[in-house]
């Protein structure tokens, strides 16, 4: 198994302009939560969703973000605009829903700099 | 609180024991987690202990859980300078379904 693949590994943009980064769950996982690191403030859960439904979006830090899951394998994270504060590490993660024991698979990240 | 809460810095030196602690908040947690996040990547899973545990030992680590105090532990024997990275302790939520992750502690390990 591949793992969580999420895709750029690096992005760097300008202000303004529009992010959007990518994940692939574990085949047959079917929850998918989206979290955000920074120094100042750790690790954020952001969403997460079970069945491709967006379950808990309340970590989302404002109106410019946005996050879809249109089939099981396939996620988005989109940053419309960006701004320099949003400078951080974007993980993905994925889990079978209600498998305790099995707890999250985190993909690799992506690191994120808007100038 | 709602915070999992753990100590930020941890250093050692090579050969050594660790201890990181964390203190959670969910008195009906059933799972508890230990996450390892080396540089550049993301958090992988360690161990976890089911509630009922007091203890649980997997080569070089060891957990131990106080359930009374919801304090969580653990122990890396012999540390290594390749276990220097960030530790993550996590407790299942009953209520919302999901984890919820402790700040971190970073452990630095000196030759």
């Known amino acids: 198994d591949a793992g969580v693949i999420q895709s750029p590994r690096h992005e760097v943009t300008e202000m303004g302009q529009e992010v959007t980064l990518r994940c692939k769950p574990i085949s047959g996982h079917n929850s998918l939560f989206w979290y955000r690191q920074t120094m100042m403030r750790g690790l954020e859960l952001l969403i997460y969703f079970n069945n491709n439904v967006p379950i808990d979006d309340s970590g989302m830090p404002e109106d410019r973000f946005s996050a879809k899951m249109p089939n099981a394998s396939f996620s988005t994270l989109k940053i419309q605009p960006s701004e320099p504060r949003d400078s951080a590490v974007y993980f993905c993660?994925?889990?079978?829903?209600?498998?305790?024991?099995?707890?999250?698979?985190f993909g690799s990240g992506t690191r994120l700099t808007v100038v | 609180g709602e915070d999992v809460e753990q100590s930020l810095f941890l250093s050692v030196r090579e050969g050594d024991s660790s201890v990181i602690n964390c203190t959670y908040t969910?008195?009906?947690?059933?799972?508890l987690y230990w996450y390892k996040q080396e540089p550049g990547a993301g958090l992988q899973l360690l161990t976890y202990?089911?509630?009922?545990?007091d203890m649980k030992q997997d080569q070089r680590l060891t957990v131990l859980l106080n359930k009374k105090d919801k304090h969580l532990s653990l122990r890396i024997a012999d540390t290594q300078t390749g276990d220097s990275a960030i530790y993550f302790c996590a407790e299942w939520r009953t209520g919302f379904q999901k984890l919820v992750f402790g700040t971190g502690t970073r452990l630095l390990v000196s030759p």
């Open positions: 202990i089911f509630s009922n545990m």
């Open positions: 969910d008195s009906s947690s059933t799972y």
């Open positions: 993660a994925s889990t079978i829903r209600g498998s305790k024991s099995y707890g999250y698979t």
